[in-house]
């Protein structure tokens, strides 16, 4: 069974849709994609730099359009069929969403759009931020988290949790983390999937409110606990309510093992769930589409599966 992976913030680089916009027709589809957003992601797909894009009112809109692109291709000529499921991490939810047939392509970004002006308006209020912690075990590292007053925001499975805070609560678990445990800080805006996002949650449920979600027609498993959701309707539910609560990834995995998994396709901009399926799904095959070059490959793992 062939699983679809879509992925989060953080993965998006520069230049990253320039081997991808050298064909037209993906090219028309960024400009339609970037109109429904309200954000060019031709300029920020191809020239923008790394400050840029890292802002969160342009880098979510940019990845799920990039997913989407991605999609495109690998379910074209009857693959789709052969695609065991679908799932997303954190914003990476809204690419799998369309690709389940819950949202189309043109609501999925209408509601990426405010999500990312949403999220980049509630971050601005309090000075936070995220780190990846990586390594010890899990009840040593929870428990440091309360002591310093960080927040559990992505469980990605293979020993690695991310958190997030305020600045000084980040430092302070740098300083404390015990032999064996890093802290890596990472170049997001905000502490995202915490209490700290509960401003941008009424503003994208306005916007759920105007969207017609169909009930899926490929598997598609929730950041919320792992569980396969077969309600459209639910699904939008728990992507509003995915912003202030943590996603739990490693969930997913497990899902996918208990599900067969034998293969892994990640889209664009991928490499990020690639990385984690090594160390959470050792042994199954992973493929990371981050340009149209790596379709093939993709492709071949597909064929393998039928």
């Not at 293979?158 to 990472?186: C, F, M, N, S, W």
Request: net charge negative.
């Amino acid at each position: 069974m062939i699983v679809v992976v879509c992925p989060g913030q953080g993965s998006q680089t520069p230049g990253f849709l320039e081997p991808w916009i050298a064909e037209p027709t993906f090219r028309n589809t960024l400009e339609e994609l970037g109109a429904a957003a309200g954000v060019d992601l031709v300029t920020h797909g191809t020239v923008s730099d790394a400050d840029t894009i890292r802002d969160t009112a342009v880098a979510q809109p940019l990845i799920v359009a990039a997913g989407l692109l991605t999609l495109d291709a690998l379910f074209a000529d009857g693959r789709r069929d052969r695609i065991g499921g679908i799932a997303g991490h954190s914003v990476g939810e809204i690419t799998a969403a369309a690709g389940a047939g819950i949202l189309s392509a043109t609501d999925a970004m209408r509601f990426v759009g405010e999500r990312g002006r949403a999220m980049a308006d509630a971050a601005a209020l309090t000075s936070t931020g995220m780190s990846a912690v990586v390594g010890g075990s899990e009840d040593e590292v929870l428990a440091l988290f309360d002591e310093v007053g960080v927040l559990p925001a992505n469980y990605n499975g293979g020993g690695q949790i991310v958190v997030a805070g305020e600045p000084a609560a980040l430092a302070l678990l740098a300083e404390r983390a015990p032999r064996g445990v890093r802290v890596i800080p990472l170049q997001v805006a905000g502490a995202f999937h915490t209490h700290y996002m509960a401003p941008a949650v009424e503003r994208l449920a306005a916007v759920a409110a105007t969207l017609s979600p169909a009930d899926p027609t490929l598997t598609i498993w929730t950041n919320n606990d792992g569980s396969v959701v077969s309600s459209g309707a639910r699904f939008v539910e728990l992507l509003v309510g995915q912003v202030s609560s943590p996603v739990r990834w490693d969930l997913d995995m497990a899902a996918f093992a208990e599900a067969g998994v034998t293969g892994l396709i990640e889209v664009a901009p991928a490499g990020a769930l690639t990385g984690l399926a090594k160390r959470g799904l050792k042994g199954v095959p992973a493929v990371a589409v981050k340009t149209p070059d790596d379709l093939a490959a993709a492709f071949d793992l597909i064929d393998q599966a039928a």
